[in-house]
Nanobody, 127 residues
């Protein structure tokens, strides 16, 4: 069974850090670009970051550049999102998803180009 499972969310104070994990089972992540998205209540799903499989290149939304870092461990079949200097506006449910052909490309912010999705993990940034 093909499955993506996110974990690592929680409640953190502004300025704090969290590391999200996206673990795959039933298939290997090696051949996929992996994107992280988030969705806050009443808002559209937003592309946060993406990492390609072909060369490990990364992309970030302007709102998280310099604060978030995406990485992948193909041995563990897992992709990570390290989130530092968190702000209340980062509060959302975070999802990971697969994109075929191994490259994020210019369309990575469009959720429709991604295939398999995880169930999401809640991140709440509040004092």
């Amino acid at each position: 069974q093909v499955q993506l499972v996110e974990s690592g969310g929680g409640l953190v104070q502004p300025g704090g850090s969290l590391r999200l994990s996206c673990a795959a089972s039933g298939f290997t992540l090696d051949y996929y670009a992996i994107g992280w998205f988030r969705q806050a209540p009443g808002k559209e799903r937003e592309g946060v970051s993406c990492i390609s499989s072909s060369d490990g290149s990364t992309d970030y939304a302007d709102s998280v550049k310099g604060r978030f870092t995406i990485s992948r461990d193909n041995v563990k079949n897992t992709v990570y999102l390290q989130m530092n200097s968190l702000k209340p506006e980062d509060t959302a449910v975070y999802y990971c998803a697969t994109k075929g052909h191994g490259r994020c490309g210019s369309s990575w912010k469009w959720s429709t180009v991604f295939g398999s999705w995880g169930q999401g993990t809640q991140v709440t940034v509040s004092s």
